[in-house]
T-cell receptor
Framework: AQSVTQLGSHVSVSEGALVLLRCNYSSSVPPYLFWYVQYPNQGLQLLLKYTSAATLVKGINGFEAEFKKSETSFHLTKPSAHMSDAAEYFCAVSSNNNAGNMLTFGGGTRLMVKP | GAVVSQHPSWVICKSGTSVKIECRSLDFQATTMFWYRQFPKQSLMLMATSNEGSKATYEQGVEKDKFLINHASLTLSTLTVTSAHPEDSSFYIC????????????FGPGTRLTVT
């Protein structure tokens, strides 16, 4: 079974500071990993994905994540936070449930950006 | 590309009535669609997976007779909440994926259901 743990349900940073959102996964097979962002009362928007190519993945809005197999981690970073980055972030791992490629989500991390 | 829509975006219904939520892939053929439920300040919980033309596969603990899922075409899946109760109030999100190996799902904007 797959699982995802996001350390820190809430993260607060100052505008311009480094953003680091942590994600650790458990998977019995090589994983496909995703980071999504969700703004209030909206669906999920894909930030980036790891699909066994380059371990450092660059996404939209200046975000990137590094896949570290030895640490079973896929942490999300952004060098300089912007007020518009305030949102809920979800890490997810993909697996196959015989009906389709399902996603297992972490608990989410709410990012707050202080002016 | 890869746009998924949901209708309605929000709905209020009375206890005991049924509500249908539509999920459409607008610019691609969705061989598989997923239905999630999200409670306030919580993560998404997968309810069921549906493949076009097949019966949906429900996750453990999800009542298939209460949450009816139909995936009759490659661009449309519907979720019907039957005999809704206040505890069914939630944010329902669908996603869709096409055949292929990217494992990527494209999410709809969600539907806020309130049962009074």
């Amino acid at each position: 079974a797959q699982s995802v743990t996001q350390l820190g349900s809430h993260v607060s940073v100052s505008e311009g500071a480094l953003v680091l959102l942590r994600c650790n996964y458990s998977s019995s097979v090589p994983p496909y990993l995703f980071w999504y962002v969700q703004y209030p009362n909206q669906g999920l928007q894909l930030l980036l994905k790891y699909t066994s190519a380059a371990t450092l993945v660059k996404g939209i809005n200046g975000f990137e994540a590094e896949f570290k197999k030895s640490e079973t981690s896929f942490h999300l970073t952004k060098p300089s936070a912007h007020m518009s980055d305030a949102a809920e972030y979800f890490c997810a791992v993909s697996s196959n449930n015989n009906a389709g490629n399902m996603l297992t989500f972490g608990g989410g991390t709410r990012l707050m950006v202080k002016p | 590309g890869a746009v998924v829509s949901q209708h309605p975006s929000w709905v209020i219904c009375k206890s005991g009535t049924s509500v249908k939520i539509e999920c459409r892939s607008l610019d691609f053929q969705a061989t598989t669609m997923f239905w999630y439920r999200q409670f306030p300040k919580q993560s998404l919980m997968l309810m069921a997976t549906s493949n076009e033309g097949s019966k949906a596969t429900y996750e453990q603990g999800v009542e298939k007779d209460k949450f009816l899922i139909n995936h009759a075409s490659l661009t449309l899946s519907t979720l019907t909440v039957t005999s809704a109760h206040p505890e069914d109030s939630s944010f329902y999100i669908c996603s869709a994926s096409s055949s292929g190996g990217s494992y990527e799902q494209y999410f709809g904007p969600g539907t806020r259901l309130t049962v009074t």
